[in-house]
């Protein structure tokens, strides 16, 4: 029974690789309608919804394919050599979804995931502004701004951090409200030169009861205290919070670095090196160097997100909480790969000489989305290697994110 229903899952990860794959072509002759739209088109929206690409993460009891982090990252890297700003928004969607899973009860669940689990969830931990009184029933935002709201044009709900007070005003812990999208006032300040179609929107929220139900803990999930009780038994339910939130954000880089590889390989065989004697570049010494360096960042970037993907797999099907030293080292995992595969398109840009500036060369758009990612402050390189050496170095953490 054990090996049968490996096997089925075995079958929907290997369809659902293939689905990802197949949107490939489509996605990079959509990059231009992305980066003028400021968001993702419909017509992607659609193709993933139908695909099955927006519920990875989902409870299987609500339609979702319930995955584990090593698959989860292989289909959306996929995605990320189509299109970065499509894989991020699919990369924070999924997310979502599993943060509200983790983080909230099944009468919450049942409204959420219904009509087979279609529903979009988008995301923001901290605010950048907060003003929340405690009442009776729930919590009264009085006002509130979030930044960065990643596929806020195609959700349904706004997962937002907030901080939670007592009836006093005083600060216990940071928590979080579940926010349908009519409650929530979308702002169009996404202007970027990089990862343009993720519609990483600001929110705003004035004057709103939030009801106890639809608010949950972070300072809890972040040691594991997960409401989720009717899903203890399922190991995905039971991955590390920050571990998981910071590996969800590599996938879309390892996909943007394979795809300026393979198209700089495609070209490699017809190019020369301008203004010196190598009529083939494919022969010159500087390109071996360069190109062997590349790999290398790649490979040792996939190496470090897969095993963090495999320390969050192995110990939430342990049915243990991943400890702190471990929760440390997979964040810090998180952000080195991050600053790995940012370097590596750095270098292919380098090779692909002066063409690789036009803004229809792919690599000019992969270069560009290659740069979000290490911005993100869940990955920051220098945020999680300080993180890392303090606790090296036997010292308090720089953040409770951990």
């Known amino acids: ?162 901080p939670q007070v007592n009836e006093n005003g005083e600060v216990e812990g940071l928590g979080a409200a579940l926010i349908p999208r009519k409650d929530v006032n979308l702002l169009d300040d996404w202007h970027t030169i990089s990862m343009r179609g993720t519609g990483s929107n600001s929110v705003t929220v004035t004057n709103l009861f939030v009801p106890e139900k639809w608010t949950t803990s972070l300072s809890k999930a972040v040691v594991g205290e997960y409401p989720a009780v009717h899903l203890e038994d399922q190991a995905l339910y039971k991955s590390a919070f920050i571990p998981v939130a910071a590996l969800v954000l590599l996938a879309p880089g390892i996909g943007l670095s394979a795809a300026a590889k393979e198209i700089f390989l495609e070209k490699l065989p017809s190019r020369r090196i301008q203004y010196t004697f190598h009529n083939k570049q494919a022969e010159a010494a500087v390109t071996h160097l360069q190109l062997a360096e590349v790999v290398m960042k790649m490979e040792t970037a996939s190496l470090l997100a897969y095993r963090a993907a495999d320390e969050i797999d192995k110990w939430a099907a342990s049915g243990e909480y991943m400890n702190f030293n471990s929760r440390v080292q997979a964040r810090v995992d998180c952000s080195y790969a991050n600053r790995l595969n940012c370097e590596a398109v750095d270098l292919i840009f380098s090779l692909a000489g002066g063409s690789a500036i036009s803004e229809s060369n792919l690599l000019s758009k992969i270069m560009k989305d290659s740069k979000t990612p290490p911005q993100h402050g869940l990955i920051t390189p220098t945020t999680g290697l300080e993180l890392y050496g303090r606790i090296l170095a036997e010292q308090e953490p720089n953040t409770y994110l951990v």
């Open 1 to 162: 029974m054990v090996n049968k229903q490996m096997s089925i899952e075995s079958t929907f990860y290997e369809e659902l690789l293939g689905k990802a794959e197949e949107m490939i072509p489509n996605l990079r002759e959509r990059m231009n309608e992305v980066d003028r739209l400021r968001s993702i088109p419909q017509s992607t929206i659609s193709e993933l919804t139908e695909a099955g690409l927006l519920k990875l993460l989902t409870p299987k009891k609500y339609g979702g394919y319930q995955l584990n982090f090593r698959q989860y990252l292989d289909i959306v890297s996929q995605i990320g050599k189509g299109c970065g700003s499509t894989a991020w928004v699919v990369a924070l969607i999924n997310v979502a979804k599993w943060v509200v899973s983790v983080n909230f009860t099944e009468e919450v669940h049942d409204e959420i995931f219904k009509d087979d689990a279609i529903a979009n969830v988008c995301g923001v931990f901290e605010a950048r502004k907060c003003d929340v009184e405690k009442v009776e029933g729930g919590y009264l935002i009085k006002e509130g701004l979030w930044g960065f709201a990643s596929g806020s044009n195609h959700s349904d709900y706004f997962f937002l951090g907030f």
